[in-house]
């Protein structure tokens, strides 16, 4: 422990000094700025999330997935469970939700505009320790672009970011006057209806987005008796959206933002037997309801492309009635305010800094009761160099102070180097901490028994990675990471759930990716990553970990768009998953998807998609005693969307 603090002491002081360096040129930032040439950027060529401000893509110390508007507009998606799939990312469903793994960890930060939505409660959805909001719930018409942002962030963003960030990023309102109707109609009794209305003029301007989806019973594919259903697992849900803005002379930006999300779902989780669809627990439903408010006032950018100066504050409640083997309500309420301020220190160096704070307050029943509150305080530097001869760096330490476990710093460091105008090569460091959820401390219920002890997951994760352009037409990019988790939380349940610290989780793999495009009709994409995650007990022998659902994954996406049509199809392998107890069914599985548009006119178009259409037999997670979590069969979805 005390190696470990020690080193944990000295990356904060070599960043924070490192940080604090170029503070000398404070005085000089308003002639700086007026000097600095002015950088193109193409909204799809540049990066937020992982350094706080627009980078371009090429020039990030990450490996970053992006879904794009017109990846939005061309897949016809109708959750970002189905965007992110389609770009390779591992998304895990069942029917309390949807949720991310990064780097083979599930303990990912979901944001929303960079502000945080994961609970301090978990696990939310069955089987996730990180406290993560369904994926399902954010309404994707009202969704700009989704970056992804592998490895460590929690210098950046604050704890719970150790296997990575997503960061849902929202349309603003046009000016003028701008209608979309979309409807679907699909199989397994799919059905699905949005609105979008925006407007305004220079001055003020807003949006309203509202959707409503019903699907009947979960059909899947059984190893042995064909196509099966699982009884009372449709799911209903509605949302709304509100979006206000208002635009001063000076560019500065007013923004109030309302969502509301409302489902009723099936919590049978599982089935006992994947040959029987007789559901682990039958008949068990739940209402959710989802409001979130958020006002920020957002200053104009000092210098052109330049990260912003800003002020939020927001509150987020979550309601959640419907029980397993026993009546369960949970209520949980967060607000907080963050402050970010932007220094351009020199032509070469700009330093971002800012201050949150965040209350949590989660109320459950559950055959016993849990009242509980946390407090987090956080101050962050993040300095982001450009140096000559192709170098960059970005860098940044942050102290946050959680109630219950005190005062933490972490730090990271990222180093760019431009080796052509076509590759880019990076290395970075990074640390995390994911703090332990109040109810996996303090529950006490006939169920649940919290564990007071529990100490704070930290890790540190070595990411390298290249990124070249190989011509005009073809590119590719590959990363490695090798990452170590202390104190890593497992759960064990004997007729009652207790969580407990392991001695050490190892992480460590690859992600490669090409991208081609033959002519202007035709292109193709090609993937392939791996994760091995190995934990560690008490004995100090590593064991692999059975739960990994993509140890390898192959990927082979072709795209197709000529005159009115465009097509695009995903065809994903998986192979190397442990087959047995508390694991998997088979060791392999193959899914295609696949989506093509008909553009009527330039406001009409129709469009048709098919999800596993190999009506593939699997489970996206592992089971546990007798659970088998079966992914969904075979469907294909009709839809119209018209602009007026």
């Not at 069955?126 to 954010?138: E, K, N, P």
């Not at 958020?294 to 052109?304: G, I, K, N, Q």
Request: net charge negative; aromatic share 10%.
């Amino acid at each position: 422990m005390k190696q470990y603090n020690e080193q944990k002491i000295l990356a904060a002081l070599i960043c924070g000094a490192l940080t604090l360096s170029g503070a000398e040129y404070v005085a000089a930032a308003e002639n700086a700025a007026e000097d600095l040439a002015v950088e193109e950027f193409s909204l799809d060529d540049y990066v937020v999330t992982a350094n706080r401000m627009k980078v371009r893509r090429q020039e990030v110390a990450a490996n970053v997935t992006v879904v794009t508007a017109d990846d939005l507009a061309k897949g016809n998606y109708t959750t970002v469970t189905e965007a992110l799939r389609d770009k390779g990312i591992n998304v895990k469903s069942h029917t309390t939700g949807s949720y991310v793994e990064l780097n083979g960890d599930n303990r990912v930060l979901l944001m929303v505009n960079g502000r945080r939505t994961n609970w301090n409660h978990g696990p939310i959805i069955s089987g996730v320790d990180a406290g993560l909001m369904d994926l399902d719930t954010f309404q994707v018409e009202n969704i700009e672009r989704v970056e992804v942002v592998h490895g460590p962030n929690s210098s950046l963003y604050g704890n719970a970011a150790v296997g990575g960030v997503v960061n849902i990023i929202t349309k603003r309102p046009e000016p003028g006057m701008h209608v979309k109707v979309r409807g679907e109609i699909g199989t397994q009794q799919q059905r699905r209806g949005a609105l979008r209305v925006e407007g305004g003029d220079d001055s003020i301007t807003y949006a309203l987005s509202v959707s409503r989806e019903t699907k009947g019973n979960i059909e899947y594919s059984s190893p042995d008796n064909g196509s099966l259903t699982i009884p009372d697992t449709g799911m209903n849900r509605t949302s709304e959206a509100l979006t206000l803005d208002k635009k001063f002379t000076n560019g500065d930006l007013l923004s109030f933002e309302f969502t509301n999300t409302e489902a009723n779902k099936s919590k049978a989780l599982s089935v006992v037997n994947a040959n029987t669809a007789v559901p682990k627990y039958p008949n068990a439903r739940g209402s959710e309801t989802i409001r979130s408010l958020a006002l920020t006032y957002t200053w104009a950018p000092a210098w052109e492309n330049g990260p912003q100066d800003f002020v939020r504050i927001y509150h987020t409640q979550e309601q959640q009635d419907g029980g397993f083997d026993a009546p369960l309500t949970n209520d949980m309420k967060a607000m907080g305010a963050e402050y970010q301020k932007n220094w351009l220190l020199s032509e070469k160096n700009t330093l971002i800094g800012g201050v949150s704070f965040h209350h949590e307050n989660i109320q459950e029943e559950n055959n016993g009761s849990l009242d509980r509150s946390a407090n987090t305080t956080s101050l962050y530097l993040e300095d982001n160099w450009r140096w000559g001869q192709g170098w960059s760096m970005n860098l940044g330490t942050r102290w946050e102070d959680h109630s219950d476990f005190g005062a933490d710093i972490t730090s990271h460091l990222g180093v760019n180097k431009e080796l052509s105008a076509a590759t880019n090569a990076f290395l970075s460091w990074g640390q995390a901490i994911s703090n332990p959820t109040l109810k996996m401390r303090y529950a006490n219920t006939a169920y649940w028994e919290g564990n007071k002890d529990l100490k704070q997951e930290k890790s540190q994760t070595v990411t390298t990675g290249l990124k070249s352009k190989l011509s005009a037409n073809t590119d590719v990019d590959v990363s490695f990471y090798y990452s170590k988790v202390k104190d890593a939380l497992d759960w064990a349940w004997d007729g009652i759930t207790r969580y407990y610290n392991v001695e050490q989780e190892t992480r460590r793999g690859l992600d490669l990716n090409l991208r081609h495009t033959f002519s202007p009709q035709w292109s193709a994409r090609l993937g392939y990553s791996y994760a091995q995650v190995e934990e560690s007990g008490i004995s100090d022998h590593h064991q692999l970990y059975r739960k990994n659902n993509q140890p390898n994954r192959y990927l082979l996406g072709v795209g197709y768009k000529q005159d009115k049509w465009e097509a695009d199809m995903t065809l994903q392998h998986v192979s190397g998953r442990v087959v047995g107890d508390n694991a998997f069914l088979k060791s392999r599985y193959t899914t295609l998807d696949m989506v093509v548009n008909y553009h009527c006119t330039d406001k009409t178009k129709v469009y048709l998609k098919g999800y596993n259409l190999t009506n593939e037999s699997y489970e996206p997670i592992a089971g546990a005693k007798k659970s088998y979590y079966m992914a969904p069969g075979r469907s294909v979805i009709f839809g119209i969307q018209h602009e007026f």
